[in-house]
Each structure stands twice: as structure tokens, then as C-alpha cells.
């Protein structure tokens, strides 16, 4: 070996050296000789050599472990990052309650209403495929024109405490509100008119939900209408009196949000205990008790063809749930915070979501993913929805006064409504897509339709 090889490796080596000792520098052992033993002991390596003391196992073990690029983690400290992988397993593992002999039946009864709902959503979107692409351009362009143009042309004061939420009625004619203090109003549609004050509830009301066929083909005397408090109470409401005609639910903990299925014969209720409930109103019971958030349970939603149900949680997560077999088929795993709105698009594969991190986030089921997020408000999102008829345009509102549309084309803005001079706490479309209602912590609803 010539002269200048051997002084290059002499040097590397001592290059190494003194790496190794400068690792060693820096890691950081106790002054414990017992904690000394127990991570030694831990590394398979000897914990007492001959002649050894204190001092030079202490030097022993910093040498080891800058030489396997480790630093030193007390029991204590291994014990809690222990927990924190616990926890994070706890969090991606489901749980599925055995349910009742009913729960079957209800299955294929959702399956079979749901099966042909699809075909015919399918039928109808080759249809719309079909169109020339300057035609749907036209139409898409008119919507949006249509949109920019909107204006707030009816405001009411709701009641004397803040509204929480609001919904149209099936047909177009009626808004329910409820509200803080206790009650649900039931308001003309476009006039405001109050038609009536319901009864029934001893604490603040979370949401509400009308029954898919209310004010179409279902009998007025029976229950039109859902609605939720924090006491874990569900009433159901009839259109003549003032008084609920049934209470369901042994929920303990607060109840945020309630929906009837497409079919009318199931609601879904979230709750605090960290599930989400399915009824069968037909039995009067509850048919599913499912598990699954780390935390609060605070969104649900239906999707058009009833086969898929939608839960948002305080966990930062969103579930999609497939009522036909029970199983998640979905994790909306991407928000910061508590995900507090859900609402699926009449297509039946898109789902967007409103967080408490100020976004709206947009997922494709075909594809699992989030296939877009929208940095939407400057305040969290209290509700999403879209248009109900064919999904053209979605509505956020937002704790910082605000409601802004989007498309769903481009995702773009296309108008944001100012004038509640409190936070919105929800909002919703008609069926007819002629007006925008909200509600807000101003005590005040209001009605948007274009100029």
C-alpha cells in the first residue's frame, strides 16, 4: 500500500474517532446506576463488567448508543410513548356491537330500497353525460350567474334566545327552526310567517330533520318531523299540534344532530358517548348502537340512495358507514379538529365535510380520498349542504357571520352572504332551489334568493 492510502485511512479512522466521541458527548444518561442496568439490560448487553464501576458503565453505555444512533429514554419515558402508540391504535380500530335479531331485517330492507334508488341515479347521470359539453357549459354558467345575484329578501326574529338550526320542509312551503330556548317554529315560506310554536323540549335544541315524505304524501297527523336536545331527548312532531306524539331515545348524553333516512322509516341520532344510534320507527326501537369515534359524535347524514350513512366527530374524523353490511367503508382522516358538518352530493359519491380548523374538505368515495379542501372561512364551519337537486353548488356557513357558496365544478367561490351580525349556526337549500335559509346566534333567520 502506498504512503498517501495508508495516512487516508489513518486519517478516516481517526476522523471516526472522533465522531464517535462527539455522539457520545452528547448523549445525555442518568446518574443512576440502577436506570444504567435496566437500559443495558435492555439492549442485551452486559450489565456489569469485571472490574466496572458506576462511572465506567455509565461511559459504556453512552458509547453504545451513539454507536446505534439511540439516546437514552427512561422507564417513565418509554412507558408513556407506550401509551401515546396505544392510543393512536385505539383510535383506528372500529368496534361492532352485536345487535338485536331486528337489525338483520333492517338490513335488507335498506338494501332492497337502496338497490334500485341506485340503478336509477346511475341511469340518470349517463343521461347527463350524455348532453353536448357546450350545453351543460351553458347551463353551468346560467347557475352561477344566477348565484353571484343573490340577495337576503326576507329576515325574521326567531325567538328570544339563539337559533341552532334549521330546515325546509320537503315541499318547499315551510322552514323549521329550533332554537336555545327549548322550542321549534314552524315559519311560511317566503312571507315568514309564524305558523306555529312547538312544545315539547325543556333545554336547548341541537337540530331537527323532516321526514323525507312530510308535506308530499305523508298524513299530517303522523310524525313529519325529528328533533334533538341536550338532554338526550328525540321527539317526533306531527304538522297539527303543538306537542310531540312521540318520544324515542334513551340517549344519556347529549344528542347534536338527527336525520331521517330516504326512506322514512329509520333516523339516525349522534351522540356525546362517543356513538351513533340507527331507530326503526316502524318497531319503535333501536335497531344499531354503533362505536367506532374516539370522541363526541357530532354529525350524520344520509345519502340519497339510503345504502351509506355519513358521522363526523370530535375526533377530527369522518366515517362512512355502509348500512347494508355495518361495516366502515370509509375514514375521512385529514382534518386538525372536531369535523361538525356532513352532507353527501346528489351524485352519491361525493361527501364534503365542515371542521372546527376553519376548512371544508371534499372526498371522493370511488376513489377514498380527499380530493380536495377548501381554506373556506376565518371561523369554524358549522354546517355544509349541498344543492339538493342535482349538486350543483354547495353552502358553507361559518362562525365568522358568514355563508359563502361554492361551486362544485371549479370549487370556487362564487358569493359570500353578509348580514348576520352574530355567528351562523346553520343553514340549508330548498328542495325547489329558489332560497337559502340560515340561522344564527343573532336570534334572527334569514331567506336568500337571487334578484
Known amino acids: 500500500m502506498d504512503f498517501p492510502d495508508i495516512a487516508a485511512a489513518r486519517h478516516d479512522t481517526m476522523m471516526a474517532e472522533f465522531e464517535r466521541r462527539r455522539k457520545a458527548r452528547l448523549v445525555t444518561v442518568p446518574t443512576d446506576d440502577a436506570e444504567v442496568k435496566a437500559r443495558l439490560r435492555s439492549m442485551d448487553e452486559p450489565i456489569c463488567l469485571f472490574g466496572e464501576g458506576p462511572a465506567h458503565r455509565r461511559d459504556r453505555l453512552k458509547e453504545i448508543l451513539a454507536e446505534r444512533g439511540e439516546t437514552f429514554t427512561s422507564a417513565a419515558e418509554r412507558q408513556a410513548e407506550e401509551e401515546v402508540k396505544a392510543k393512536v391504535e385505539q383510535q383506528t380500530e372500529i368496534w361492532y356491537h352485536e345487535g338485536p335479531a331486528d337489525l338483520q331485517a333492517a338490513r335488507q330492507f335498506i338494501a332492497d330500497f337502496s338497490l334500485p334508488r341506485a340503478n336509477q341515479r346511475l341511469k340518470n347521470s349517463r343521461i347527463q353525460q350524455a348532453k353536448p359539453d357546450p350545453e351543460q357549459y351553458a347551463k353551468t354558467q346560467e347557475l352561477h350567474k344566477r348565484l353571484r345575484s343573490l340577495v337576503s329578501t326576507a329576515s325574521q326574529i326567531g325567538d328570544d334566545r339563539p337559533l341552532s338550526y334549521c330546515r325546509f320542509s320537503p315541499d318547499s312551503s315551510m322552514l323549521a327552526t329550533c332554537s336555545w330556548s327549548g322550542l321549534c317554529k314552524l315559519w311560511s315560506v317566503p312571507d315568514c310567517k309564524e305558523i306555529r310554536v312547538l312544545r315539547g323540549h325543556s333545554t336547548r335544541v341541537g337540530g331537527l330533520a323532516f321526514h323525507p315524505q312530510a308535506t308530499l304524501s305523508l298524513s299530517p297527523t303522523c310524525a313529519n318531523m325529528a328533533s334533538c336536545d341536550a338532554d338526550g331527548v328525540i321527539q317526533l312532531w306531527d304538522l297539527e299540534s303543538d306537542t310531540p306524539i312521540q318520544s324515542i331515545g334513551d340517549h ?78 370509509m375514514l375521512c382522516d385529514g382534518h386538525l379538529k372536531s369535523v361538525l358538518a356532513t352532507d353527501f352530493s346528489p351524485n352519491g359519491y361525493t361527501l364534503a365535510t365542515g371542521s372546527e380548523d376553519n376548512s371544508v374538505s371534499i372526498w371522493d368515495l370511488r376513489r377514498k380520498e380527499c380530493v380536495s379542501s377548501l381554506p373556506a372561512h376565518t371561523n369554524l364551519i358549522s354546517e355544509v349542504v349541498y344543492e339538493p337537486q342535482d349538486g350543483g353548488y354547495l353552502v358553507t356557513s361559518s362562525y365568522d357571520n358568514s355563508i359563502k357558496v361554492w361551486s362544485t365544478t371549479t370549487t370556487a367561490p362564487l358569493k359570500t352572504l353578509g348580514g348576520h351580525t352574530g355567528r351562523v349556526m346553520a343553514v340549508d337549500v330548498s328542495s325547489d332551489c329558489k332560497y337559502i335559509a340560515s340561522v344564527s346566534y343573532d336570534r334572527t333567520f334569514k331567506l336568500w334568493s337571487p334578484e
Open 252 to 329: 344519556d348524553q347529549r344528542v347534536p344532530r338527527v336525520a331521517y333516512h330516504p326512506s322514512g322509516r329509520f333516523i339516525a341520532s349522534t351522540c356525546f358517548d362517543n356513538s351513533w344510534r340507527l331507530w326503526d320507527l316502524e318497531k319503535n326501537m333501536e335497531v344499531l348502537y354503533q362505536e367506532g369515534h374516539t370522541a363526541p359524535v357530532y354529525a350524520v347524514s344520509f345519502q340519497c340512495d339510503g345504502s351509506l350513512v355519513a358521522t363526523g366527530g370530535m375526533d377530527a374524523c369522518g366515517r362512512v358507514w355502509d348500512l347494508r353490511t355495518g361495516r366502515c367503508v
